[in-house]
């Protein structure tokens, strides 16, 4: 199911899961995968809904997810399978959450519009976790944080305030 993209960050994988798996109703639902505030850090530290969504996801295939899909660089097999075992077992350790790693979710628009018309869906870029322009366009990535309160709240007063590109973007990840 939803399998990863090449150059999907886990974090997207496990929000297109929780979306798939109809778990993503409201913000803390997002809880260890993005704060509040739209910060992501170089892996998530998930709970068992969470989890559930990537059961599918053997603890090899998730250390080599780590290692292609992941912000969290430096570590070998050894340590990877390690600390993929502690995340998919609702273990994970605060101290992988080194503040040096965290980052804000962004997007770049055109991507995203390229994506729905060749997938039908969308997804964030692990090269969008690096920078705050898209590798492709060269376009300013943009901030995702009101673009999930829109998806969360889409009856809201919330929904008026963004763009309605970015808005079916993320509708779309969970098709």
Same mark, same amino acid.
């Given at each position: 199911?939803?399998? /990863?993209?090449?150059?999907?960050?886990?974090?997207?994988?496990?929000?297109?899961?929780?979306?798939?798996?109809?778990?993503?109703?409201?913000?803390?639902?997002?809880?260890?995968?993005?704060?509040?505030?739209?910060?992501?850090?170089?892996?998530?530290?998930?709970?068992?809904?969470?989890?559930?969504?990537?059961?599918?996801?053997?603890?090899?295939?998730?250390? !080599?997810?780590?290692?292609?899909?992941?912000?969290?660089?430096?570590?070998?097999?050894?340590?990877?399978?390690?600390?993929?075992?502690?995340?998919?077992?609702?273990?994970?350790?605060? !101290?992988?959450?080194?503040?040096?790693?965290?980052?804000?979710?962004?997007?770049?628009?055109?991507?995203?519009?390229?994506?729905?018309?060749?997938?039908?869906?969308?997804?964030?870029? /692990?090269?969008?976790?690096?920078?705050?322009?898209?590798?492709?366009?060269?376009?300013?990535?943009?901030?995702? /944080?009101?673009?999930?309160?829109?998806?969360?709240?889409?009856?809201?007063?919330?929904?008026?305030?963004?763009?309605?590109?970015?808005?079916?973007?993320?509708?779309?990840?969970?098709?």
């Amino acid at each position: 199911m939803a399998p /990863i993209n090449n150059d999907e960050s886990v974090h997207s994988l496990i929000i297109r899961r929780m979306l798939l798996h109809g778990v993503l109703h409201k913000p803390k639902d997002l809880q260890g995968v993005i704060s509040p505030s739209g910060v992501v850090y170089g892996l998530p530290t998930l709970n068992k809904k969470q989890t559930e969504c990537i059961r599918d996801i053997d603890t090899t295939q998730f250390a !080599s997810i780590i290692d292609n899909n992941a912000p969290y660089l430096g570590a070998d097999l050894k340590v990877r399978t390690q600390i993929a075992k502690h995340v998919l077992e609702n273990n994970a350790d605060r !101290s992988y959450r080194d503040p040096a790693s965290r980052t804000q979710l962004r997007y770049c628009v055109e991507c995203a519009e390229l994506q729905l018309r060749s997938l039908g869906y969308s997804y964030f870029k /692990i090269d969008w976790l690096h920078s705050a322009r898209c590798s492709v366009h060269k376009a300013a990535l943009a901030p995702c /944080i009101t673009v999930m309160a829109s998806l969360l709240w889409p009856s809201s007063e919330y929904l008026r305030q963004f763009d309605s590109i970015a808005h079916r973007i993320l509708r779309q990840m969970s098709k």
